[in-house]
């Protein structure tokens, strides 16, 4: 039986930390801006999701295996959490 639950956000960063960086800098270096990574959080990001997994040196699959196939391809949809969804329709005006 395998763990389908993802990484909590704390354990992601203190991974990222303990692997000696941060998630500011891991976006930085990869030419994104510095919150990019928070968005992570509450989307579907496959691209800043390998950066930060490759931060800490694992697949990312590993740390979101609910965003991931059997075969370790991205599932497609972009939000994760109903709650931010409806934030960004109501700012948008919808």
Do not use: F
């Not at 992601?12 to 510095?34: D, P, Y």
């Not at 590993?62 to 991205?74: F, L």
């Not at 497609?76 to 934030?87: E, L, M, T």
């Amino acid at each position: 039986m395998t763990n389908r639950e993802d990484w909590a956000w704390p354990d992601i960063k203190a991974a990222v930390e303990k692997a000696g960086s941060n998630l500011s800098k891991t976006a930085r270096q990869n030419g994104h801006h510095v919150s990019a990574p928070q968005k992570v959080r509450y989307i579907r990001w496959p691209k800043m999701q390998r950066l930060i997994a490759d931060a800490i040196g694992v697949p990312p699959q590993v740390i979101w295996p609910s965003r991931y196939d059997a075969n370790g391809t991205p599932i497609a949809g972009q939000y994760i959490c109903d709650r931010r969804r409806r934030h960004v329709q109501k700012r948008r005006g919808a």
